[in-house]
């Protein structure tokens, strides 16, 4: 324990932590959009879904006791990838304490608005339980029917602000995803002069596949191809 802690202090362990739960938040967005998108076929089939996450890892676990370890899993990994963050920023800022006057760094959009999108994030996190896992926000009183997900994503995305607050939700996650990934390479080491176009390749797709898939369900839910 003391020995992981040390290694915690070092600019290379809070950078592999960063890397850990950026594996971890890769790992559910990407299976939860494959989840989302079944719902594409049919009311049935994306109730079925829905339940067998509720009941997963019975009799060991209770009703929704899984959904609700990995929910706090992914928040957990998520505060702390936003702590390494701001950790490994202040680290940068203290061993570099004045700004190169002649040097011009080039920095992407996904690269400035790292710090923030990890906040960002998690907020969206939190307030997407709130409303389609509890419907606490989000829906007209009598709305939000208990166990039928397939008709509280319809609802939920009929309104139409809150569609465009999940693509708007969605976008950022794509410039934060795809940072996220190509920075978890940097940091495991496998990016060479061979890989990096292969890489950045790679981090393209799999923000740009995530950020399409999920935006796809509201855009469908308002064009009325799902209803």
């Known amino acids: 324990m003391a020995t992981a802690l040390t290694l915690y202090r070092t600019t290379i362990g809070k950078k592999a932590a960063m890397a850990v739960t950026g594996l971890i938040l890769v790992g559910f967005v990407v299976f939860h959009m494959i989840g989302n998108l079944k719902i594409y076929l049919g009311p049935q089939h994306y109730n079925d879904y829905a339940a067998g996450l509720r009941t997963f890892g019975g009799p060991f676990l209770g009703n929704s006791q899984f959904l609700w370890l990995a929910r706090v899993v992914l928040l957990v990994a998520v505060a702390w990838h936003i702590v390494a963050a701001v950790q490994l920023t202040r680290l940068s800022q203290t061993s570099r304490p004045t700004r190169y006057a002649q040097k011009k760094v080039t920095v992407s959009y996904a690269s400035r608005t790292m710090r923030w999108g990890g906040l960002i994030v998690l907020l969206f996190i939190i307030y997407h339980i ?35 607050f999940y693509i708007a939700a969605m976008i950022a996650l794509g410039f934060h995803l795809y940072h996220g990934v190509w920075s978890m390479f940097q940091t495991l080491g496998v990016n060479t002069s061979r890989t990096t176009r292969a890489l950045h390749m790679l981090a393209t797709v799999v923000a740009g596949v995530v950020v399409l898939g999920n935006i796809s369900i509201p855009v469908a839910v308002l064009a009325g191809v799902i209803r």
Do not use: C, K, M, P
């Not at 829906?139 to 939920?156: L, S």
């Open 130 to 164: 709130l409303h389609f896992t509890i419907g606490a926000v989000g829906y007209a009183a009598g709305q939000y029917q208990e166990g039928d997900v397939y008709q509280n994503v319809v609802r939920g995305f009929s309104v139409w602000y809150v569609s465009i």
